[in-house]
T-cell receptor, first 109, second 115 residues
Framework: GENVEQHPSTLSVQEGDSAVIKCTYS??????FPWYKQELGKRPQLIID?????GEKKDQRIAVTLNKTAKHFSLHITETQPEDSAVYFC????????FGAGTRLTVKP | DTAVSQTPKYLVTQMGNDKSIKCEQN?????MYWYKQDSKKFLKIMFS???????INETVPNRFSPKSPDKAHLNLHINSLELGDSAVYFC??????????????FGQGTRLTVV
C-alpha cells in the first residue's frame, strides 16, 4: 500500500518567516494530495490540495508543489503568523487516504 | 448540520470491556474511514468502506470490527479493550471523484481511554 513520509517532524519559525514542509509517497498511482491542519484538540481540516495533473497551486499565503516524477510534494507557508501554529499533515490518495506522520509548526511572535 | 458526527466524544472504560463508537455523515459521500491517532499524533488508517463494502483492512487486531448498516454510517466496535487502544479515533468521509478520492471530512474525534 501507499507509504507517505513527512519532514520535518517539528519546525519552529519566527513570525513573518516562511515555512516549508516536505512529503514523499511511494505509490505512483496516487493522484490526490491534500494537506491538513490540526489545531490542539481539534479535528484535521483541509487547507489546500493538489491533483496529479497540476504542478503547483496557491491560495493566499499557502502554496503546494508536486513533482510526480520524484514522487514528492511540499507545502509552503509565507509570512507566517502565530495562528499558523498547529500540526500539519500531508496525505496521498488513490483508493484510500494515507497520511504522513505530521509536522508540528510553531510560529514565534 | 454537522457534516460528520461521531459519538461519544469521550469514552473511559476498563480493560477487557467491549465498546462501540458511532459515526454518521450527511454529505452523501460513498467512502468512510476510521483513523487512529496516538499520543504522537500519527494518523493511522484502520478501515475504509466504499458503498458498504470493506475495501481496506489495515493490520489492526481483529478485536476491532467496522460495521456499516448503510452508506451514511460506519460504526467501530472494539472487543476486549487493552491499554494500548487508548487514543483518539477519527471517523472521516470522502466522495469518490471517479478517478480517485477527494477531500476527507473528519468527525470531531472520540478520545478513548482504557484504564
Amino acid at each position: 500500500g501507499e507509504n507517505v513520509e513527512q519532514h520535518p517532524s517539528t519546525l519552529s519559525v519566527q513570525e513573518g518567516d516562511s515555512a516549508v514542509i516536505k512529503c514523499t509517497y511511494s505509490d505512483s498511482a496516487s493522484n490526490y494530495f491534500p494537506w491538513y491542519k490540526q489545531e490542539l484538540g481539534k479535528r484535521p481540516q483541509l487547507i489546500i490540495d493538489i491533483r496529479s495533473n497540476v504542478g503547483e497551486k496557491k491560495d493566499q499565503r499557502i502554496a503546494v508543489t508536486l513533482n510526480k516524477t520524484a514522487k514528492h510534494f511540499s507545502l509552503h507557508i509565507t509570512e507566517t503568523q502565530p495562528e499558523d501554529s498547529a500540526v500539519y499533515f500531508c496525505a496521498a490518495s488513490k483508493n484510500d487516504m494515507r497520511f504522513g506522520a505530521g509536522t508540528r509548526l510553531t510560529v514565534k511572535p | 448540520d454537522t457534516a460528520v458526527s461521531q459519538t461519544p466524544k469521550y469514552l473511559v472504560t476498563q480493560m477487557g470491556n467491549d465498546k462501540s463508537i458511532k459515526c454518521e455523515q450527511n454529505l452523501g459521500h460513498d467512502t468512510m474511514y476510521w483513523y487512529k491517532q496516538d499520543s504522537k499524533k500519527f494518523l493511522k488508517i484502520m478501515f475504509s468502506y466504499n458503498n458498504k463494502e470493506l475495501i481496506i483492512n489495515e493490520t489492526v487486531p481483529n478485536r476491532f470490527s467496522p460495521k456499516s448498516p448503510d452508506k451514511a454510517h460506519l460504526n467501530l466496535h472494539i472487543n476486549s479493550l487493552e491499554l494500548g487502544d487508548s487514543a483518539v479515533y477519527f471517523c472521516a468521509s470522502s466522495q469518490d471523484s471517479g478517478t480517485g478520492r477527494a477531500e476527507a471530512f473528519f468527525g470531531q474525534g472520540t478520545r478513548l481511554t482504557v484504564v
